[in-house]
Nanobody, 116 residues
Framework: QVQLVESGGGLVQAGGSLRLSCAASASIRIDTMAWYRQAPGKQRELVAFITSGEGTNYADSVKGRFPISRDNAKNTVYLQMNSLKPEDTAVYYC???????????WGQGTQVTVSS
């Protein structure tokens, strides 16, 4: 069973930055990796994803602020969160789509809180 461990969340003032990391227990080399978030009372939403070929896609709300990147040698994906806003407050989840097994794996989530 693949395990994903997120880190880097915390409390930050509006306008600040955080970098989230997600370390996978297995190779991510051929898989699409993504970050999702879920705010209280809201559905989980896609924030960004990065393909094995390093193509990226972003939610409109974070475009230009939250670059996603990956380091296949470390089996790690990152989300650099800049110019944070209170509405970015949520639990952020890492997702790995296993291309071979066609399965999704999820991390336990990391809390990001942005104060105004």
């Amino acid at each position: 069973q693949v395990q994903l461990v997120e880190s880097g969340g915390g409390l930050v003032q509006a306008g600040g930055s955080l970098r989230l990391s997600c370390a996978a227990s297995a190779s991510i080399r051929i898989d699409t990796m993504a970050w999702y978030r879920q705010a209280p009372g809201k559905q989980r939403e896609l924030v960004a994803f990065i393909t094995s070929g390093e193509g990226t896609n972003y939610a409109d709300s974070v475009k230009g602020r939250f670059p996603i990147s990956r380091d296949n040698a470390k089996n790690t994906v990152y989300l650099q969160m800049n110019s944070l806003k209170p509405e970015d407050t949520a639990v952020y989840y890492c997702n790995q789509y296993d291309t071979v097994r066609r399965k999704d794996y999820w991390g336990q989530g990391t809390q990001v809180t942005v104060s105004s």
